[in-house]
Nanobody, 121 residues
Framework: VQLQASGGGLVQAGGSLRLSCAAS????????MGWYRQAPGKEREFVAA????????DYADSVKGRFTIFRDNAKNTVYLQMNNLKPEDTAVYCC???????????????WGQGTLVTVSS
């Protein structure tokens, strides 16, 4: 199983980025997917999740109203649209896949390597 995150970069505060996570080696449409992030010197934290059906999403309070998670099962890809970025969003973002109920909390079986997002003030 491989989960390849991409789309990170340097952006000014208030800007937008869209992260992608391409999955291979698993039946993507049956996996719940999540995004996590880890800032320098901090613990990894939950950002967003989407059920395997696509019908359920969940967000950390810190990103609600700014970030949107969605998936394209035909492309085996989950996305994270990030708008109105803030300097405190600076982190390495990684995706995860978990097989199970569409209702959380999710447990993740696979983790991908991250992509760095840097938001300048």
């Amino acid at each position: 199983v491989q989960l390849q995150a991409s789309g990170g970069g340097l952006v000014q505060a208030g800007g937008s980025l869209r992260l992608s996570c391409a999955a291979s080696g698993l039946t993507f449409r049956r996996y719940n997917m999540g995004w996590y992030r880890q800032a320098p010197g901090k613990e990894r934290e939950f950002v967003a999740a989407i059920s395997w059906t696509g019908g359920t999403t969940d967000y950390a309070d810190s990103v609600k109203g700014r970030f949107t998670i969605f998936r394209d099962n035909a492309k085996n890809t989950v996305y994270l649209q990030m708008n109105n970025l803030k300097p405190e969003d600076t982190a390495v973002y990684c995706c995860a896949a978990g097989y199970g109920s569409e209702y959380g909390p999710y447990e993740y079986d696979y983790w991908g390597q991250g992509t760095l997002v840097t938001v300048s003030s």
